[in-house]
């Protein structure tokens, strides 16, 4: 399985707080994405970077930011969370070249009261 | 908004029968990817498919992409219990952003 680790694993929170998912890797893959999970949606992506201090916005990145300041950690902040950001939350990696495969973590189930 | 639709989106079937998963778009990829998730896991990769009209085999399982590369499918032979799971398309813009589908939720019967 590839080295990707996804902090913390379940979140209850409230609307209002900020909360920050840690997505970590040990395989040094270049790319890095935060989706988000939902019922008849698939899988959504909100942000994804492609190095150090590299990031851009996915289809859904209203209300989120990233920072990505290490190749290993890929943070995921919801600045004032909202009932509407309740969701499984993956984090990927994937390799630098044409058709590489995306590895994903095992997920972060938020849930905001 | 580019958009993957998946059909059906609930199979449940018995174990034995046959079964195809449709996966449609307007827009045409450079590739595409069929993954497979169990619960509480992340989808895991099955394979890529990157010509049109490309066809591949995984045991049981077959992949075709479509002529024009905007569709895609994916038959099961004899379907068994451990197939059951959500099955997801991603076709690839680009060279490292993909689009998802909406997923295909199948449950194979004793």
């Known amino acids: 399985d590839a080295g990707i680790t996804q902090s913390p694993r379940h979140k209850v929170t409230e609307t209002g707080t900020p909360v920050t998912l840690r997505c970590h890797q040990t395989?040094?893959?270049?790319?890095m994405y935060w989706y988000r999970q939902d019922p008849g949606h698939g899988l959504r992506l909100i942000h994804y970077s492609y190095g150090v201090k590299d990031t851009d916005k996915g289809e859904v990145s209203d209300g989120y930011s990233v920072s990505r300041s290490k190749t290993e950690d890929f943070l995921l902040t919801l600045e004032s969370a909202t009932s509407s950001q309740t969701s499984v939350y993956f984090c990927?990696?994937?390799?630098?070249?044409?058709?590489?495969?995306?590895?994903f973590g095992d997920g972060t189930r938020l849930s905001i009261l | 908004t580019q958009l993957l639709e998946q059909s059906p989106q609930f199979l449940s079937i018995q174990e034995g029968e046959n079964l195809t998963v449709y996966c449609n778009s307007s827009?045409?990829?450079?590739?595409l990817q069929w993954y497979r998730q169990e619960p509480g896991e992340g989808p895991v990769l099955l394979v890529t498919v990157v010509t049109g009209g490309e066809v591949k085999k995984l045991k049981r399982l077959t992949f075709q992409f479509g002529d024009a590369r905007k569709d895609s499918s994916l038959h099961i032979t004899a379907a068994q219990t451990g197939d059951t799971g959500l099955y997801l398309c991603a076709g690839a813009m680009g060279t490292y952003k993909y689009i998802f589908g909406t997923g295909t939720r199948l449950k194979v019967l004793a």
């Open positions: 395989e040094n893959h270049r790319y």
């Open positions: 990927a990696i994937s390799e630098l070249g044409k058709d590489q495969p995306q590895h």
């Open positions: 827009s045409v990829f450079s590739s």
